[in-house]
């Protein structure tokens, strides 16, 4: 007899809670997980006897999927580089359930007409939640607002120009007016671009022995330092992407304690990397925000183990071989990491698997605005997007196990630790066994 | 020697060994037919993105004296502007069977992208701010010649004066003067200095050498007065106020000059800036016991540029004395 499709039975691993962890097999029927208990294996039939389809969890995780809050899925407009269905597969096989889309797609995500499309895009991919940014800006131009009202409308929770950080005071006081009214958060690049005009890497000891042009971290501090004066003005909450500097976690750090209502996110690389590796000359280490120095990814891990910085967040920013087979000036800044990003967090960051779940998960989900059906706890009735990982064992990407377009990761020949297993999503197997459906 | 891309990369044995034959090379080119067969199955290829004359000259000047062929590719008159990407560029110029890329780009690390591209040597001819490695050799050799002093310039003292920060130049030649044991200061307004002296105590590591903010503080104590080039865009983004105000505390004037020591010289890179980092008319440095360089700098090129192209076939090419 065939086995009922639409159950699944996870067997064997621990339920990763934020009350706790628990040994307990996981029971999901009909998109929604409906039992949490130890030995549900042994009281349910086989598949084969019409029980329900098992995923074998021994030794790992079991919590809710990831969500990354910074993914460059470049559709529409850089299909060459990367599709929502190429990103979204990488994404599952990371472990995403949800990725928010970042808006600087051509046409931009300016309008409802694009936001749309990307979102119905997502959905026919079928893998992951994609959730569309906006832009803060027409054309991320800087100037002109973009329609806040008809894209919060359309569920967009997230607004930014990312790589353009909002230059003009006036345009982010304004912005951050709407967004109080609205209730949505804004995302800011924290870059002073008058400082950062032509830069490569981080200005420092290496980029003064290199000769390349640096991107100074007084540049990402000052942007930090006025926004989070405006946010204390406005009262509207502010995301701060990709910190990078250790000053930076500073500030943030001091701004929470005043009560103000921000968050911030930190990318795998930042946490991992330093600027050193530009000695190579390698655009695969050109990224915006740069690499910068040990001293900063220290303080980097430090606001992540203590929740300074809330969430772990991938930049995944797929660029096809010849955009980077360039000099670094002409060379794209980015770099990929959805499929490495947890590998990389649990070798690097320092942190617990709990807290590195929390950064990857609960909290994301709700600096996005996705907490209805993301970053949930494995509950009765609570909607099943859900990752099996492991904790231990070591493993290699090679170019081949690439899933995006484009093949810039920086992370060959190194042993990742912690790798995911099986990944949920509305209840379907969209990963089995690290290979997606 | 498979590629000449940073002088980083050779040691004090290896720069006086480039040093050393390119005394040979100035034998060579003393003689009456100034040309030997060296690399006569060889194609050097330069492959200029940025304009410079003098020094693509140079370089094939050295490549003709050695007898290899040459071709020329600059930017300009290129597919570079039509879409076709760099590498595509690079391959097909290497799939015309070039042996050697002589390689001039505005960014750093350009060069050495290349050799990972490629199968053919690459020398460094400029790339961004980064290294010059034969400009840094053509002036170890005309310093320590000039000077009397084979492969060793110990005790010898040079204030480098003018924009570091932007200087592959700086970046080539501080290496090698230092390794032949020369002392050297670098002079300059902060604005003007590699970003990581900017608020540091003391000098970066990887930085032989001194600082100074005070071109008069030195210039009657130094050997050697080493003048970069100042452009006038270094006032688009304040990195100095005006060429007038530059040439005033940086430049090599009247009264610095009369000050000079006797037995002292006079190098600069070229192009030079009349009136702003040379504001003296250069006939009458001999008056003050100062020698010009820069002319022999230029002449030294051609010989430091044949040892760099001989030496990366070393056993492989034929033997320079063999006409």
Known sequence: MASDNSQVLITGGTVMNRSGESRADVLLSSGVVERVEPDLDAKLPAASSGGPRRLVADGCIVTSSFVDLHTHMREPGREESETIATASRAAALGGYGACVAMPNTDPAQDNVAVVEFVRLQGERAGLVTVAPSGCITVGRNGTQLAPFHSMAAAGVRLFTDDGNGVQDPLIMRRALEYARELGITLAQHCEVSRLTDGAVMHEGCCSSRLGLPGWPAIAEVLMLQRDIELVRETGASMHFLHLSTARSVEIVRQAKNDGLPVT????????????????SFSTLFKVNPPLRTMEDVEALRAGLADGTIDAIATDHAPHAAHLKDQDLSSA??????????????????????????????????AIAGLEAAHGRDVAAGVPANLVVFTTEGTWRQTPESIVSKSTNSPYFDVDLVGRVRHVVHRGEVVVAEGVTR | MKHLISLDDLDAAGIAGLLSTADHMVEVLGRPQPKVPALRTKTVCSLFFEDSTRTRLSFETAAKRLSAETLTFTASSSSVNKGESLRDTVDTLAAMGVDVFVVRHKTAGLPLSITRWCDARVVNAGDGAHQHPTQGLLDAFTLSRALGRGNDLSGIRVAMVGDIRHSRVARSTVRALHVLGASVTLVAPASLLPAAFVGAPTVPAGWPVEVSHNLDDLIGDIDVLYLLRMQRERMDNAFISSPGEYSAHFGLTKARLARMKKGSVLMHPGPMNHGIEVAVDLDTLADHGVTNLITRQVTNGIAVRMSVLFTLFGAGSEAIDGQ
């Open chain 1, 264 to 279: 911030a996110e930190v990318t795998p690389h930042h946490i991992s990397l330093t600027d050193e590796k530009l000695s």
């Open chain 1, 332 to 365: 794209p800044p980015g770099m990929l990491g959805l499929q490495t990003a947890l590998g990389v967090a649990l070798s690097h960051s320092g942190c617990s698997p709990r807290r590195i779940v929390e950064a990857m998960s609960w909290a994301p989900a």
